[in-house]
């Protein structure tokens, strides 16, 4: 499976942007997909997950009101939706697909990674 993030770029404080993830290759598999992203001198973290058939989400405690998570199956195709944004919100984002049918939250539990597309929050 290959995902190609894209949609980052730079946003004022309070503003909104979305974010996709097009997944191909072997897109038959019923893969949940997370979004991870990792700001500058920080860890990855967990951001929000989805699951294939039934669209279970889980949001990290930090975007949970904020940021929205879909995906049209039909075009391989996940998106986060980002509002009310803050400038700690600041981060590469990646889309990360996995096999488990529970939501997972570590990123060593995805298999797969796209690579990253950045967003800017300025003040």
């Known amino acids: 499976v290959q995902l190609q993030a894209s949609g980052g770029g730079l946003v004022q404080a309070g503003g909104s942007l979305r974010v996709s993830c097009a997944a191909s290759g072997r897109t038959s598999t019923s893969y949940s997909m997370g979004w991870f992203r990792q700001a500058p001198g920080k860890e990855r973290e967990f951001v929000t997950v989805?699951?294939?058939?039934?669209?279970?989400?889980y949001y990290a405690d930090s975007v949970k009101g904020r940021f929205t998570i879909s995906r049209d199956n039909a075009k391989s195709t996940v998106y986060l939706q980002m509002n009310s944004l803050k400038p700690e919100d600041t981060a590469v984002y990646y889309c990360?697909?996995?096999?488990?049918?529970?939501?997972?939250?570590?990123?060593?539990?995805?298999?797969?990674w796209g690579q990253g597309t950045l967003v800017t929050v300025s003040s």
């Open positions: 989805i699951s294939y058939r039934d669209r279970r989400t």
């Open positions: 990360a697909a996995t096999p488990f049918y529970q939501l997972k939250t570590r990123a060593s539990e995805y298999n797969y």
